[in-house]
């Protein structure tokens, strides 16, 4: 269903947009492949940044890989940082091919070594190959850290990225404005930088277009599935398998390690939305996004 849904995107969007436009992939909840090591690294050792997600450790039931992929929180300073001892950083900023396969190497390499497995802007962007684009030139990705919120993001630089590669995109394919292509969370995540970023004078000359693909725009109930349960929001888990079958026995720790990330809290359904909408039943009572903390 998701590799139907990019195809149809890829249909429509190919029809309206400006020749050659250039188009820049803004992915969405746990699309970014992260990579880690430790930190600080042993004198004795040399610590590679090692394929984290959606990596091999997490095919055969390490609940380390769990571990390093989770965040600490600092209610203090109400911010988040990696975990102890552990240092994560998203690969690929400004390329396609780390957004296009989600499988993450066993050690961070070039995109020629790219392992062709876990399909996620792969159709995407091979239609608009077959239709004169290039990758890497006029049509690009600026994944980022899908364990932190849109003000973490800020505050951590990616916003600063996002608007020096937009206009390096403009300025080298000839002056054409670039259209913004999200996915889920890549939704509000793009719309924050256009709301609080940068100024319509900025979005007038750069920015031809922006077309979010299931936006998250008022947050999911599959979201707060996930939070309950431990199982993966239902549109990533067919690319996630592709990779390998998620570890039944590791789906508990999993709910910690989702818990602990400041997106899964951002993207839960927002209560001026959806409401008095029932979101979960027990046979005790039910629970609106009103109830979180009863919950």
């Known amino acids: 269903m998701a590799v139907l849904t990019f195809v149809i995107a890829a249909i429509v969007l190919g029809a309206h947009v400006e020749a050659l436009s250039p188009i820049l992939i803004v992915p969405g909840l746990m699309g970014s492949q992260l990579f880690s090591r430790t930190n600080p690294c042993p004198w004795w050792s040399i610590c590679y940044w090692e394929g984290l997600w959606v990596g091999t450790d997490l095919c055969f039931s390490s609940t380390s890989a769990l571990d390093r992929l989770s965040l600490e929180y600092n209610e203090a300073t109400n911010t988040y940082k990696d975990k102890t001892g552990t240092e994560i950083k998203v690969s690929g900023f400004g390329e396609t091919c780390k957004v296009e396969y989600l499988a993450s190497n066993p050690v961070e390499t070039s995109c020629t070594f790219q392992l062709p497995v876990g399909n996620y802007f792969h159709t995407f962007v091979d239609y608009f190959v077959a239709r004169g684009y290039q990758r890497d030139k006029n049509i690009r990705a600026?994944?980022?850290?899908?364990?932190?919120?849109?003000?973490?993001?800020?505050?951590?630089?990616?916003?600063?990225?996002?608007?020096?590669?937009?206009?390096?995109?403009?300025?080298?394919?000839?002056?054409?404005?670039?259209?913004?292509?999200?996915?889920?969370?890549?939704?509000?995540?793009?719309?924050?930088?256009?709301?609080?970023?940068?100024?319509?004078?900025?979005?007038?000359?750069?920015?031809?277009?922006?077309?979010?693909?299931?936006?998250?725009?008022?947050?999911?109930?599959?979201?707060?599935?996930?939070?309950?349960?431990?199982?993966?929001?239902?549109?990533?888990?067919?690319?996630?398998?592709?990779?390998?079958?998620?570890?039944?026995?590791?789906?508990?720790?999993?709910?910690?390690?989702?818990?602990?990330?400041?997106?899964?809290?951002?993207?839960?359904?927002?209560?001026?939305?959806?409401?008095?909408?029932?979101?979960?039943?027990?046979?005790?009572?039910?629970?609106?996004?009103?109830?979180?903390?009863?919950?």
């Not at 277009?209 to 998250?216: E, L, P, Q």
């Not at 929001?233 to 067919?238: D, F, G, N």
């Not at 390998?244 to 839960?268: A, G, I, K, Q």
Request: contains cysteine; charged residues 10%; glycine residues 6%.
């Open 142 to 295: 600026a994944p980022y850290d899908w364990r932190l919120a849109a003000d973490q993001l800020y505050s951590r630089g990616y916003y600063n990225n996002l608007k020096s590669l937009i206009e390096q995109m403009y300025t080298s394919n000839g002056g054409r404005k670039v259209t913004l292509v999200s996915h889920s969370m890549g939704g509000p995540v793009t719309l924050f930088f256009l709301n609080n970023v940068v100024t319509q004078q900025w979005k007038n000359t750069y920015i031809y277009a922006f077309v979010s693909i299931a936006g998250a725009w008022a947050g999911g109930n599959k979201i707060l599935q996930s939070q309950i349960s431990g199982q993966l929001p239902s549109s990533l888990t067919p690319v996630v398998q592709q990779v390998c079958d998620f570890p039944s026995n590791l789906v508990l720790r999993l709910r910690s390690t989702l818990r602990s990330t400041e997106s899964m809290s951002w993207l839960l359904p927002k209560p001026s939305v959806w409401g008095n909408t029932i979101l979960v039943t027990t046979p005790k009572r039910s629970y609106t996004a009103n109830d979180y903390q009863a919950l």
